[in-house]
């Protein structure tokens, strides 16, 4: 029996290949709105991120979501998106 491939994707803040479902996935819609998306259905330009808050703060010290979203993020977005995942990793 063949063993069921399991998708990989690279962390934007630890450059680590992870399992998908281990990893959360930060997207930019067409209206050029960034969230983050804990089914994995959203529509738009995904970006893939450990649940971990040292992740995050090392993406964004790197500057990993403007090279993965090709724009420039504001600082309150930024504070939006990392005040989301300290509630999601709260529970």
């Known amino acids: 029996?063949?063993?069921?491939?399991?998708p990989m994707r690279m962390?934007?803040?630890c450059?680590?290949?992870?399992?998908?479902?281990e990893?959360?996935?930060?997207?930019?819609?067409?209206?050029?709105?960034?969230?983050i998306d804990f089914v994995g259905k959203k529509p738009g330009r995904g970006a893939y991120i450990c649940?971990?808050?040292?992740?995050?703060?090392k993406?964004?010290?790197?500057?990993g979501f403007e090279r993965a979203f090709e724009t420039s993020i504001?600082?309150?977005?930024y504070e939006a998106l990392k005040k989301e995942l300290e509630t999601e990793n709260d529970k």
């Open 51 to 57: 649940k971990e808050v040292e992740c995050f703060d």
């Open 23 to 35: 990893l959360l996935r930060v997207v930019k819609n067409k209206e050029n709105e960034i969230s």
């Open 74 to 77: 504001d600082s309150d977005i």
């Open 1 to 6: 029996m063949k063993k069921k491939k399991i």
């Open 15 to 21: 450059q680590e290949m992870k399992p998908k479902k």
């Open 59 to 63: 993406a964004r010290r790197n500057n």
């Open 11 to 13: 962390c934007i803040g």
